[in-house]
């Protein structure tokens, strides 16, 4: 969102950010403090591993999606927030990706150095912090999806959520089988669209290749009148 | 230990142990959280909890665990060093991977029953060296440096009396290991006392005209153009101007993978193979020991090497046989 450089991936998560453009973050605010109360029940050494750093805060920017989010994690009072605008926001570094990266990244399922080799993390500020909660969040085993949906069904009233709970977790399966199939078409989409331009690309790519690899042509003439001039002035030195 | 080929696993946290343990390590090798062991990096290793915690999971699945104190103990302070050695005989792990003569003596003298073995950190690669922590300290493995060709491995394998353990993926130091000085030179500390080489505290990214450069202190180390592989932020690994010219002057950004070889490492005698990389995630863990034991199952079933396809996370997205195959001699 933050970031003039990175190019989002054409995905249903960029479609749907767009969308939601005019909406403001904070209507995000009372479920991402939820979300953030109940992963840290369920995990309440979530940040203890950053307990030699203080309360850091940071800035975790996806890049398709026209918000940011600010993570406080104090060890003992962890909190989320979603921005609008890094105005203002004191963070110590900030970690920019794609949101389902950051999401597999969270959840543990992808490996932070790969993402980074690939370029497809971009990290800024302090790198002692991030790793460091890179390590952290790696090593606590959250599944977002489960999370979510234990405290969906936490908060049924106590008579529907127990036979509540397999039909949710049936919707939620189908959710993210449709929303794969949505994000694998639009990658169809993407290539389709893009792929005469590809091919110029390409085409150029090549004869700058073969260009490179030709010798140098240099006119004749030129030459041959430099030569003669050259060895006039070998004979005329030759004289003197 | 009834494997033909022990794969010896990395875990930099108890999530990377467990997907470690569940992929088919036969070992996990981990460090506490301090400069006891050369992967003291932030919010990574583990407390003694979880080391214990850790131990039960693995030996209840017939996984052990090993547990690498292997810096060099800062003038005038042994006691932490010592404190990890006493700890791990208490807690039962089932050995420590030591570098230095002194905590070797010391790991000897007072647990003479706690498995030792030589870390890679103390660069043992000829039959005089080895035969000598043999003699003087009764160590049952040897982790040889990463500058041996499969032929030297297998003449060095004829003239001692101790089990080898080899690198076969993962980062790739190019220097003397236990002896470089790089880091320290950029940055005051270095992987052999303080256990992290280029100490993240100490890097900065920044993005200049499209390009990522890295700065490990004062020095700049690479430029990465958009959309081209980066690597570690070691200066080993930096892209230096000379005569003109930027190139990598000691190693490009790649990762070492041994896969294709290990027929001809297990006809040269060796015991173990090791993964590097505790400082990654649980999914690089996960990954990268679930293709190694396919391999080495193919290997003991003496068929082909199946491809791994573990190119996507390589540092670099390259990889190299390294000094296996000496291809410039």
Redesign the interface.
Known sequence: MFSSTMIPPFSPVLLGGLAARGLSPKILQPALRHAMKTIFQRHPDLFERLSHMGAPVYLIDPIDLPLAFVLYADVHNPEIEAVRSAEGVNACATIRGPLLSLLRLLEGRIDGDALFFSRELVIEGDTEAVLALRNTVDGVEVDVMEEILTAFSANLPRPLSAPMSAPVRLVARLGQGLFARAADDLSILHTALTAPLQRRVDAQAAQLEALKGAPARTPSKPRAKANQRTLREGREGAQI | MSALLELVCPA?????L?GAVENGADAVYLGFRDETNARN????NFSRPELEDGLLFAHDRGCQVFLAVNTFPEAGNPGPWHKAIDDAAALGVDCVILADIGLLNYAATHHPDLRRHLSVQASASNPDSINFYVDAFGVKRVVLPRVLSIPEISDLNKQIAVETEVFVFGGLCVMAEGRCQLSSYATGQSPNINGVCS???H?????DA?N?VSKLGDFTINA?G??????YPTLCKGRFVTAGKASYLFEE?TSLNAASMLPELAKAGVTALKIEGR??????VS?VVAAFRRAADAVEAGEAVPELGLE??????AKTSGAFNKSWR
């Open positions: 930099g946290t108890p999530a990377s467990h990096f932030p919010g990574l100490p993240a505290s890097v900065r990214y920044e993005e499209g990522m990465f958009e959309g081209e592989p980066a690597g950004p400082q990654r995630g649980r999914a690089y990954q996507n996370i390589t540092e670099g997205q």
